[in-house]
């Protein structure tokens, strides 16, 4: 079995699990690593200079660079003959009845972020072998980091892949599929987000796929771990966390904060302040960070502004949808030893309420 996923949950050492194996690699050994995130990728190749800096054939690239690199650039003309890739367009979209050449390129013959995996898997089919014989020739193995932030056409690809003699290894958490290469695609689209692991499963039941499930979290304290497990329904069937995190401080764990006490917990333990979007947390003068932008980052505590659907999970244990669950695994787990929720009425909830410690008496 060359193709293989790691799903991993957050503080698990994902990434840095595939840069030691790429540190442990012949020198001759030719790997790719891919992830989407311009920020993942800076902190892949920081990691992989600190630990396998003499490795020469190991790369680093963007899933969009990937695709213009090795399918849209080279092999366009297989598609559209005397026409080449002159540029990238990210934000913009093709007119609704577009068709042929002006589906994927605009005016000035940038190609369209959006319609960049439907062309490369096109020009795959198109290219008659040859596309894939190339990449074949220029690695031996791919790592595909973060693979959770797929999404339509790029499922295709990676299908595709799967039949190649490149070893195919697939790193991610599908807990935190907060972000996407297309969000608003429609192709496979019942594999979005966090329901890409149903795409995973399939494959696996063919005997395509080998699975590895790493429930060991480095970074969170071990109440955090427990109430993350919470997060998404039962029938998600995702093994409980175990926390490595030995660290203790006087405040570790998952509390409850009145609206009141925000200035003064601020002021003692100073967390990063985490919300939904701008729209939340008006009433706080605090320098806040939304949750997808959080995705990636460890603090040893944070604050989080609940939003509705949240506080009815916090208050009465309504389940989340797949997408508010993503957004609020991923706010919880940047924590390392604390968490605290802002909440003046509890209701049904178990968690306990923050208060400031009495000063001693003299």
């Given at each position: 079995m060359t193709n293989k996923l790691t799903l991993a949950v957050a503080g698990s050492r994902k990434t840095q699990g595939i840069v030691d194996h790429c540190a442990s690699l012949p020198s001759n050994r030719r790997a790719l690593i891919l992830t989407f995130t311009q920020q993942n990728q800076i902190e892949l190749c920081d990691r992989l200079s600190i630990y396998a800096g003499d490795h020469q054939y190991v790369e680093v690239m963007g899933w969009y660079?990937?695709?213009?690199?090795?399918?849209?650039k080279p092999f366009l003309p297989f598609k559209f003959p005397n026409k080449r890739v002159k540029g990238f367009n990210f934000e913009g979209r093709p007119n609704m009845m577009a068709s042929g050449y002006k589906r994927f390129f605009d005016s000035h013959d940038c190609a369209y972020a959006c319609e960049l995996a439907r062309l490369s898997h096109e020009l795959?089919?198109?290219?008659?072998?040859?596309?894939?014989?190339?990449?074949?020739?220029?690695?031996?193995?791919?790592?595909?980091?973060?693979?959770?932030?797929?999404?339509?056409?790029?499922?295709?690809?990676?299908?595709a892949l799967f039949e190649t003699s490149i070893d195919i290894?697939?790193?991610?958490?599908?807990?935190?599929?907060?972000?996407?290469?297309?969000?608003?695609?429609?192709?496979?689209?019942?594999?979005?987000?966090?329901?890409?692991?149903?795409?995973f499963r399939e494959r696996e039941k063919k005997g395509i796929l080998e699975i590895e499930e790493s429930a060991i979290t480095w970074r969170c304290h071990a109440e955090i771990a427990k109430f993350s497990d919470t997060i998404f329904n039962a029938d998600w069937n995702f093994?409980?966390?175990?926390?490595?995190?030995?660290?203790?401080?006087?405040?570790?764990?998952?509390?409850?904060?009145?609206?009141?006490?925000?200035?003064?917990?601020?002021?003692?333990?100073?967390?990063?302040?985490?919300?939904?979007?701008?729209?939340?947390?008006?009433?706080?003068?605090?320098?806040f960070l939304n949750f997808k932008l959080a995705k990636g980052s460890t603090h040893e505590r944070v604050l989080i502004v609940p939003t509705k659907p949240i506080i009815a999970f916090i208050q009465?244990?309504?389940?989340?949808?797949?997408?508010?669950?993503?957004?609020?695994?991923?706010?919880?787990?940047?924590?390392?030893?604390?968490?605290?929720?802002?909440?003046?009425?509890?209701?049904?909830?178990?968690?306990?309420y923050w208060s400031m410690p009495l000063s001693p008496i003299a």
């Open positions: 660079t990937f695709l213009l690199r090795h399918f849209a795959i089919k198109q290219s008659a072998g040859t596309l894939f014989h190339r990449l074949q020739c220029l690695y031996d193995e791919i790592f595909i980091d973060e693979v959770q932030d797929l999404s339509s056409h790029d499922w295709e690809i990676i299908d290894t697939m790193v991610g958490d599908i807990r935190q599929s907060v972000l996407s290469t297309n969000a608003r695609s429609r192709k496979n689209n019942k594999y979005a987000y966090a329901e890409a692991i149903h795409w093994p409980a966390t175990e926390s490595k995190n030995e660290a203790t401080s006087d405040h570790d764990g998952v509390f409850l904060l009145m609206t009141k006490d925000v200035d003064a917990y601020v002021e003692r333990y100073s967390p990063k302040c985490l919300r939904h979007s701008a729209s939340s947390g008006k009433n706080f003068n605090l320098d009465n244990g309504v389940s989340l949808e797949p997408n508010p669950a993503a957004s609020f695994y991923v706010a919880v787990t940047r924590a390392k030893q604390s968490v605290a929720l802002v909440l003046d009425k509890p209701g049904n909830s178990c968690l306990p």
